[in-house]
């Protein structure tokens, strides 16, 4: 049988929880680290979509400059005296071996039109088209509501029609495209037009020196510009 010794009971404070205020002083620096460690990690998240959208932009914007300047460097450009034969012949016309360049609207919005004779066409699985091409660089509209650079390849001479949807697009969603044309002289040009900027004295190809392109690309409202220059490997009697 139990006995009571008549002592009061004495309660261990150490075995006792936390008070109301202990606990909402621990809930505050609880919220506040989480606050700090979401702000952190929002920043990080946001520095790295920066950063893949800024090599998105640089890998878009540098394949479609290399591939306007390999056809540049595969351009065709006949001799004088291949121009001189196509200009006697009836209905044989010389201007398809011509650089023609110029600005034109679409979609309210002004865009440079690239034209010139070239080798090289694109290349579909193992074949590849043989004989001199029209390549003509322009823009589009897309169902975006923004632009599309587009590359166009008719063979010279050909009368077959070929459908524009199928153009293959170097870039999509741009909306600037600008071709500044510099002669042997330094003067620029926004249009390239073969009769008005070739020699009186000269009956062959009509080329400028210097061609300085621009390539304005956009992404969830963000618009980032490039540039490049391209020197021709050939240069027709205005750039001589």
């Not at 680290?33 to 702000?39: Q, R």
């Not at 979509?49 to 591939?67: K, L, W």
């Not at 300085?212 to 969830?220: A, D, F, H, P």
Request: with cysteine.
């Amino acid at each position: 049988m139990l006995k009571h010794s008549g002592m009061p009971l004495q309660v261990n404070r150490t075995e006792c929880g936390f008070t109301l205020m202990e606990l909402m002083v621990a809930l505050v620096i609880f919220s506040f680290v989480m606050v700090m460690l979401f702000s952190s990690f929002n920043a990080f998240v946001s520095t790295g979509q920066s950063i893949a959208q800024g090599v998105d932009y640089n890998e878009r914007a540098r394949d479609a400059f290399r591939r306007i300047q390999d056809d540049l460097t595969d351009m065709y450009v006949p001799e004088s005296g291949i121009i001189r034969a196509l200009n006697s012949v009836d209905d044989q016309d010389a201007d398809p071996f011509q650089m023609t360049g110029s600005e034109s609207s679409v979609g309210g919005k002004t865009f440079s039109t690239l034209g010139f004779a070239c080798l090289s066409g694109l290349q579909t699985g193992r074949s590849r088209p043989s004989g001199v091409v029209r390549v003509i660089y322009y823009v589009r509209k897309n169902n975006r509501e923004l632009f599309d650079l587009c590359r166009a390849e008719r063979p010279v001479g050909s009368d077959r029609d070929t459908d524009p949807c199928l153009d293959p697009v170097l870039a999509d969603n741009i909306t600037g495209f600008t071709i500044d044309f510099i002669d042997a002289k330094r003067n620029e040009y926004r249009d390239w037009d073969a009769d008005k900027n070739k020699n009186k004295e000269s009956d062959g190809v009509s080329l400028p020196c210097v061609l300085n392109i621009g390539l304005t690309l956009k992404s969830e409202n963000k618009e980032k510009v490039y540039e490049t220059a391209v020197v021709l490997p050939v240069q027709g009697p205005a750039g001589e």
